[in-house]
């Protein structure tokens, strides 16, 4: 058996070991990794869903190949108030674009959905530090106390992350029981993948004859939202180039941000167009405004 076969064989187990009573919420970004996971668990036979979440910035091939799916829930935010939740509103909402130090969108739209259902995501470790660090085969977000607590009547393995969630990376009996146990009522995640690399994503891929989204052939080697503040500043360039009406939407919605915010003394803007330039990074004289992590 070879190491990617023993990788598939292992992640089929853990989809079958913490399979809940009804469907997992299988989360499907549009990406490489969420066409893994939707592949192993229609091998793992585990009953599921596959949800993905409208998030007004993905491409427009991204959302056709979404759409291509068989059995794909496409989901749109929304708020408390039943309000439409978009990075269009989110931008107004919060006053400033969205930054690799205050990335409120992905919370808002990409992980949003699936509550008191136990989730499938393709995380994985290699894709950054941060998730190397924070995440395991098994992660639950919850009252970090409550949670604690919990794991330790049920003798679960545990460890901690920075933020007080709990990750494991085992699939013993205590540990099956905890998720069983906490699903309902906190945000638990199955990274059957959270080992595996970039090699192993599309060798598997290959073997099952799935090519995955179309912006794969183009060149890319992510696909993400058009303008994401993670991306790297010569790719944002590049799509704005390629999607002006992206440029358009964004330059609105910070013209609007502009206009509704209470202060109008506190920015030092004079449109939408000039947070736009800020915001990519053309316009130097204001680029302390947006001191991003390196
Ligand atoms: S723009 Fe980037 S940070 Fe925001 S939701 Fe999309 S992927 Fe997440």
Known sequence: MSELQEKERIAIERLKAFEPDEP?????SGGKDSDVIRILAQLANVKHELHHNLTSVDAPETVYYVKSIPDMHIDIPHDKYGNRVSMWSLIVKKGIPPLRIMRYC?????EKGGEGRLKITGVRAAESVNRKKNAGVVKIIGKPKTTQKTAE???AD?????KGGLVMNMDN?????LVEHCYRTTSTMINPIIDWTDADVWSFLHHYGCESNPLYQCGKTRVGCIG????TTNQRFLDFHIYPKYKQLYIKAFDKMLEEHPNKDYYTWNNGEDVFNCWLGIDENQMNFFEEET
Request: contains cysteine; charged residues 25%; aromatic residues 14%.
């Open 158 to 162: 545990y460890d901690l992350t920075d």
């Open 228 to 231: 994401c503040p993670m991306a």
């Open 153 to 155: 009547e049920f003798g």
């Open 173 to 177: 009996s205590p540990n099956r029981r």
């Open 106 to 110: 992905c919370s808002e739209l990409k």
């Open 24 to 28: 997992y919420h299988l989360c499907y």
